[in-house]
């Protein structure tokens, strides 16, 4: 079984910045299959970041140049850095483990930008 614990979430102010973090335990066979997803009010869940599985990161396109994904397989931990934070970055955002079929979500983490 896997589990995915995310911490790190909370309130800030536009411009400032967060580090969200992922730890993983239970069967993981690649930290590579760890990715961010976050959900807006009223929007679709979207693919925040994430790794190829040659271990490459890839970023939607609003976060690029702002966030950044990095993991710490020792600890089996997996971070998203986000910079330059703007309201419109509000939303619940989730740890994502998918080494296959089966899809493995933490609880969701709260980030709220205020203007």
């Known amino acids: 079984q896997v589990q995915l614990v995310e911490s790190g979430g909370g309130l800030v102010q536009a411009g400032g910045s967060l580090r969200l973090s992922c730890r993983a335990s239970?069967?993981?066979?690649?930290?590579?299959?760890i990715g961010w997803y976050r959900r807006a009010p009223g929007k679709s869940r979207e693919l925040v970041a994430g790794?190829?599985?040659?271990?490459?990161?890839n970023y939607l396109d609003s976060v690029k140049s702002r966030f950044t994904i990095s993991r710490d397989n020792a600890k089996n931990t997996v971070y998203l850095q986000m910079n330059s934070l703007k309201p419109e970055d509000t939303a619940v955002y989730y740890c994502n483990y998918k080494p296959g079929r089966t899809d493995y979500w933490g609880q969701g983490t709260q980030v709220t930008v205020s203007s």
């Open positions: 790794f190829t599985l040659g271990g490459v990161a």
């Open positions: 239970g069967s993981i066979f690649s930290m590579n299959y």
